[in-house]
T-cell receptor, first 115, second 111 residues
Framework: SAVISQKPSRDICQRGTSLTIQCQVD?????MFWYRQQPGQSLTLIAT?????????ESGFVIDKFPISRPNLTFSTLTVSNMSPEDSSIYLC????????????FGPGTRLTVL | QKEVEQDPGPLSVPEGAIVSLNCTYS??????FMWYRQYSRKGPELLMY????GNKEDGRFTAQVDKSSKYISLFIRDSQPSDSATYLC???????????FGPGTSLSVIP
């Protein structure tokens, strides 16, 4: 299993600012993912954070808006840039312990409100 | 049509009841099916994982997959107040593909 922590747990931000969310895992993992969870909607994959290379973004998400870093096998950050109220959501970090394994472990999430 | 559909609820049942949670999907290529439980203000945690069609039982939980109908179910026997949470179905084509989640069903088990 994996224990995942996220910082901050919640934040209230002003329109036009940026917020960086940190994800720390207690063991080295191959795959790290960032999801968005909006009320009443499915968990939506934003991107796969690749160690040592650029993140792979899903359709509808771009690097300029959601830059991601993955400096090592236990840590990643997601930045939500130039925020608008539509970015208000829960952002979740997730990991798979090995490529092609069947289990994803999730962090507790970061609850973001943009005013 | 959304790829994965799930009745959002909320579903409210008395303690001890049998709960049935369901999802339908449109992509016949899905082969891996999961159920996650998410407590309020927590991340999802994996409950059940099945490959292809059939049943899988784990304690009070039973997962069923009917690929011919593109329909999956999670049954909870002898439901407890601690089962009160949102249940997310999820699926993927192969173990290397991204996971597609349903929107979740909110369950309340009343003592």
């Amino acid at each position: 299993s994996a224990v995942i922590s996220q910082k901050p747990s919640r934040d209230i931000c002003q329109r036009g600012t940026s917020l960086t969310i940190q994800c720390q895992v207690d063991s080295q993992v191959t795959m790290m993912f960032w999801y968005r969870q909006q009320p009443g909607q499915s968990l939506t994959l934003i991107a796969t954070a690749n160690q040592g290379s650029e993140a792979t973004y899903e359709s509808g998400f771009v690097i300029d808006k959601f830059p991601i870093s993955r400096p090592n096998l236990t840590f990643s950050t997601l930045t939500v840039s130039n925020m608008s109220p539509e970015d208000s959501s829960i952002y979740l970090c997730s990991v798979e312990l090995g490529r092609g394994t069947d289990t994803q472990y999730f962090g507790p999430g970061t609850r973001l409100t943009v005013l | 049509q959304k790829e994965v559909e799930q009745d959002p609820g909320p579903l409210s049942v008395p303690e001890g009841a049998i709960v049935s949670l369901n999802c339908t999907y449109s992509n016949s290529a899905f082969q891996y099916f999961m159920w996650y439980r998410q407590y309020s203000r927590k991340g999802p945690e994996l409950l059940m994982y099945t490959y292809s069609s059939g049943n899988k039982e784990d304690g009070r939980f039973t997962a069923q997959v009917d690929k011919s109908s593109k329909y999956i179910s999670l049954f909870i026997r002898d439901s407890q107040p601690s089962d009160s949470a949102t249940y997310l179905c999820a699926m993927r084509e192969t173990s290397y593909d991204k996971v597609i989640f349903g929107p979740g069903t909110s369950l309340s088990v009343i003592p």
